[in-house]
Every structure is written in structure tokens, then in C-alpha cells.
């Protein structure tokens, strides 16, 4: 079965950087893109882009153009997002989630993995 | 980016009873429509998928209609398990996009 298991809850401060991992198994990591969306407390779901895994090719929202670098090792299946320069409103849940189509597409999520609370406070 | 709108904020239904569920978006978004369902500390779950398509293992009593701009989720006879936070999202256009959220309460 599909599972997605990120890593543990973070502390940062103001302008520091975070670093989230998200181990995929249950399927061939990299016949299926892998998205990050985060989720503020209390608030609505954000996409932030997305990871070809094979490739290593991505997409980034322009809100976070120039802050978030998504990387992959292949060899362990695992995906990582790397968001920098971190502000008080970047606190959130982030979500890895693979996408529902195979190889070579894009379209939505089907699997989500457990989210990583990232909060930032000085 | 495209914005995606759903009304009501918050459907009180009691148990049994159909709820319809609605989302607009500011431009066609063709068929590229899902819904997901999200319970508290929980992620989102795909409910449906190209405004229609059950995703693996969801029952028969969710259902989803719609093209272009209008889209609905229709859910047959509420169960408890199906008072939750839905969101819409349209994947037509970068940047993916989500409603703000349906919250299904019990009534």
C-alpha cells in the first residue's frame, strides 16, 4: 500500500531555513510527481509546487519562487522541500503528496503523507 | 492565479439527509476538478477526481457534477463519518488552486 511518512515537527527561528523529507513507498517513486502543500493553522490548503522525481525537474508557485528548493533521492525514495529565509506566517502544516497520474503528467494528489509542523518563532 | 470559491461556508445537515456542496471558479477550469475530504489532524483524502470520478474505495454516495466554472459535490445520506472540512481544487491551470473550504456539521 501507498505510504508517504514525513519527518518530524520543527522549530525555527525568523530567517533561518527548514528542511522536510517525505519517505514514499508501496509504489515506483519515480513514475509519479510529487506536490508539497502547506496548510496554516486553522486556515485553507496552499500549493507550494512540485517534484518530477524522475527527472528532478519541478515547478514552484511564484509566491515561493527564490525560498523553496524541492529535491529527491531516487536511491532512498524520498522527497525533500527546503523552504528559506522563514517568516512567523510560514508556520504550518506542509504536506508531501504524491499525484494521482502515471508518469509524465500532472494532475492531482491521491496520497498524502501525515504532515510536518513547521513553526517558526522567535 | 484562478480562485476558487465554495458556498456555503458551513452546511448543517442531520444525519441521513442529501448535502450539496458548491464551487466556482473565476475562469474554465475544463473538467479539472477534485474534491477532498479533511477531518481535523488529519490530511486531505481524494474524494473525486476530473469533477467526477470516484477515487479507490470512496462509496457510491459521494458524487460530483459540473464543467467549465460550476462544479458540485453531492453526498446521497450523510453518514457520520462524512462530517468533515471539503475543499475543491482545479488543476486546469499553475498554480493549482483551493477552495476555502465546506464545513459539513451535524445538525
Known amino acids: 500500500q501507498v505510504q508517504l511518512v514525513q519527518s518530524g515537527a520543527e522549530v525555527k527561528k525568523p530567517g533561518a531555513s527548514v528542511k522536510v523529507s517525505c519517505k514514499a513507498s508501496?509504489?515506483?517513486?519515480?513514475?509519479?510527481?510529487m506536490h508539497w502543500v502547506r496548510q496554516a493553522p486553522g486556515q485553507g490548503l496552499e500549493w507550494m509546487g512540485w517534484?518530477?522525481?524522475?527527472?528532478?525537474?519541478?515547478d514552484y508557485a511564484q509566491k515561493f519562487q527564490g525560498r523553496v528548493t524541492m529535491t529527491r533521492d531516487t536511491s532512498i525514495s524520498t522527497a525533500y522541500m527546503d523552504l528559506s529565509r522563514l517568516k512567523s506566517d510560514d508556520t504550518a502544516v506542509y504536506y508531501c503528496?504524491?499525484?494521482?497520474?502515471?508518469?509524465?503528467?500532472?494532475?492531482?494528489?491521491?496520497?498524502w503523507g501525515q504532515g510536518t509542523l513547521v513553526t517558526v518563532s522567535s | 492565479e484562478i480562485v476558487m470559491t465554495q458556498s456555503p461556508a458551513t452546511l448543517s445537515v442531520s444525519p441521513g439527509e442529501r448535502a450539496t456542496l458548491s464551487c466556482r471558479a473565476s475562469?474554465?477550469?475544463?473538467?479539472?476538478l477534485a474534491w477532498y475530504q479533511q477531518k481535523p489532524g488529519q490530511p486531505p483524502r481524494l474524494l473525486i477526481y476530473?469533477?467526477?470520478t470516484r477515487a479507490t474505495g470512496i462509496p457510491a454516495r459521494f458524487s460530483g457534477s459540473g464543467s467549465g466554472t460550476e462544479f458540485t459535490l453531492t453526498i446521497s445520506s450523510l453518514q457520520s463519518e462524512d462530517f468533515a472540512l471539503y475543499y475543491c481544487?482545479?488543476?486546469?491551470?499553475?498554480?493549482?488552486?483551493f477552495g476555502q473550504g465546506t464545513k459539513v456539521e451535524i445538525k
Open positions: 503528496a504524491k499525484d494521482l497520474s502515471y508518469y509524465g503528467s500532472v494532475s492531482c494528489p491521491d496520497y
Open positions: 508501496g509504489y515506483t517513486f519515480t513514475d509519479y510527481y
Open positions: 517534484i518530477n522525481p524522475n527527472s528532478g525537474g519541478t
Open positions: 475562469q474554465s477550469v475544463s473538467s479539472n
Open positions: 476530473v469533477t467526477s
Open positions: 481544487q482545479q488543476y486546469n491551470n499553475w498554480p493549482w488552486t
